[in-house]
């Protein structure tokens, strides 16, 4: 239906990442230290002195004495052909680091994007619907207060809590969703909860206000002039209409979301993309740095697309053409 649209919006994503490609190269080339100071340093033990010829001959291994230039294009080359280097943090290839880590991070973030999703949906259409009651106060108010705590800070008080009271600790060993979906479950909801109840208070408010303009519009006074049930007329004709700029919050806060899986995987000690990240900065790890950002990139550029494909089917009157 909107093939041109989506061919235009794929070409403009080719080169966005093209463009992120050569800013996550720079950034990381500017980090102070050395890559090839944190691999000796690995081989030959922590605080134990360095040869310096070896040094500079590992250096010329992994092409960091080459022109920026040429390490780029060496780098998008081997990228393009799967190439995607070696970890050296553990010592493996990015190629299967990346896959490993990925699964842990995607499955936080579904769940915690389905409890953004259901909750917000239902508490922000109740408080609406309840204007002015106890109901819609009490939303409101768990709503600017969970909007106020940033994230690192809920998911400390949310294992602090699960400990000292529930006896509770950070699992080691991990489930996946698609082979034991129960295990998973069980080991991924609280990091879930802690990731999604900032984004979920966010998006809960602008379902109320969003759903309170719908209810005030001629349409719907005319549906319950038509002897329409009020539950008829809140989910069937006012919800639906207010999908659309609700739609671009939760891509919003989903690309959001992404970002602050890197706090959360580190207090809840899970082994995902984000905790990989902030290890593998420690030894200035190029390959993994380079690669996991690229992902978070691919991420976002298909999280808009998805969104913007999505207004023609929820609201109608789009047309993207």
Do not use: C
């Not at 890559?35 to 092409?63: K, N, T």
Request: glycine share 8%; charged share 15%.
């Amino acid at each position: 239906m909107y093939r041109n649209y989506v061919v235009r919006r794929l070409i403009t994503g080719v080169f966005l990442l093209f463009g992120v490609t050569i800013v996550v190269f720079m950034l990381v080339r500017v980090i102070p230290g050395d890559p090839a100071v944190g691999i000796m340093s690995q081989r030959v033990g922590e605080g134990r002195p360095i040869d310096l010829v070896r040094l500079e001959q590992l250096r010329e291994e992994l092409g960091l004495n080459r022109p920026l230039t040429a390490q780029y294009a060496t780098w998008i080359w081997s990228t393009l052909r799967g190439d995607l280097g070696k970890a050296i943090t553990w010592n493996r290839p990015v190629a299967q680091e990346i896959p490993r880590r990925f699964a842990r991070t995607a499955q936080v973030a579904l769940m915690g994007l389905a409890f953004i999703l259901v909750t917000s949906t239902v508490f922000g259409t109740l408080a609406a619907v309840r204007q002015g009651t106890f109901l819609d106060n009490a939303v409101r108010l768990v709503a600017v207060g969970g909007m106020a705590l940033p994230t690192f800070l809920i998911g400390t008080l949310v294992i602090l809590i699960l400990v000292l009271i529930f006896d509770w600790f950070p699992p080691f060993g991990y489930a996946t969703l698609w082979s034991e979906p129960w295990t998973a479950f069980k080991q991924f909801i609280w990091p879930a909860l802690a990731l999604g109840f900032y984004f979920g208070a966010a998006l809960t408010r602008l379902v109320r206000n969003t759903m309170l303009e719908v209810l005030r519009e001629d349409y719907v006074r005319t549906a319950r002039a038509k002897g329409l049930t009020e539950r008829v007329v809140t989910y069937r004709h006012a919800l639906r209409n207010t999908m659309a700029p609700n739609l671009t919050m939760f891509s919003l806060l989903s690309i959001e979301l992404l970002g602050g899986s890197v706090i959360i995987e580190n207090i809840f000690n899970i082994n995902g993309l984000g905790s990989g990240l902030v290890e593998a900065l420690e030894y200035r790890d190029y390959a993994y740095i380079q690669a996991s950002v690229m992902v978070f990139g691919v991420l976002v550029v298909g999280i808009n697309l998805f969104t913007d494909l999505l207004y023609g089917f929820v609201d109608p009157r789009i047309r993207l053409e």
